[in-house]
């Protein structure tokens, strides 16, 4: 069953049925589910990742800057805070465990597909308006999102239970709710009742459909 993040994301969804479930079916999240993958590709994303989510984070903080109200200011603050004291801490708890330290994360090099999609998102927010970054970020937090909960439900004997159990669970997943109800705010707000049919919309989901052909290509520089 798929999560219900809202309107926007659904059908921005819709419009790039084949490189979401490139992004969401990759190879690497199935080897995650089922524990196959190997550890040292799990633990080499773990690093990208660690790097990605910074700016991620200050993608996230500009739309603190461009948001048009207290609330959708909040809502971001939030995610802010859930990427910079939660995900992160899952990476620093992962990786210390196999001896990788916070020192380590912070000086790996970024790879090519981590600065390609990081750049990526940042241009679309500092070029555009908040639904252009927000339609650039949505991929990430309500795929992992989906991700999450398919896998919680699904997976078998893994070694990779934490990371299933964080973007599964129950607090990440109202972090997603609330993320989806941020979007089709920041949408009905700005293009009305009627955004569906505007030609805005399909510049707002050709940034949703690159950003999710950027995810596949993560998981893709993990090793698979």
Do not use: N
Not at 11 to 21: F, K, Q, T, V
Not at 38 to 43: D, N, S, V
Not at 125 to 143: F, N
Not at 144 to 165: F, H, M, N, Q
């Amino acid at each position: 069953m798929i999560p219900d993040y809202g309107s926007a994301f659904a059908a921005w969804r819709a419009d790039c049925p084949g490189p979401w479930a490139a992004y969401t079916r990759h190879a690497f999240v199935e080897g995650v589910r089922d524990g196959s993958l190997p550890q040292a590709a799990f633990l080499a994303y773990l690093r990208q990742d660690y790097l990605f989510l910074m700016q991620f984070a200050r993608a996230w903080a500009l739309v603190v800057v461009k948001a048009g109200s207290l609330a959708e200011m909040q809502a971001a603050a939030a995610t802010v805070h859930a990427l910079l004291h939660q995900e992160m801490a899952l990476h620093l708890r992962i990786c210390a465990a196999a001896g990788i330290s916070g020192t380590d994360l912070e000086a790996t090099e970024e790879a090519a597909g981590t600065l390609a999609y990081t750049r990526y998102v940042l241009d679309a927010g500092h070029s555009g308006d908040v639904l252009d970054l927000l339609a650039a970020l949505a991929p990430c937090i309500l795929g992992y999102g989906e991700i999450g909960a398919r896998l919680a439900a699904t997976a078998g004997d893994t070694p990779y239970r934490d990371w299933i159990a964080t973007y599964g669970g129950a607090e990440y997943q109202v972090l997603c709710r609330r993320t989806g109800a941020l979007i089709d705010g920041a949408v009905a707000a700005r293009l009305g009742p009627a955004a569906k049919t505007l030609p805005r919309w399909q510049m707002l989901s050709r940034h949703f459909t690159t950003a999710t052909r950027l995810e596949a290509g993560f998981w893709t520089g993990g090793g698979l």
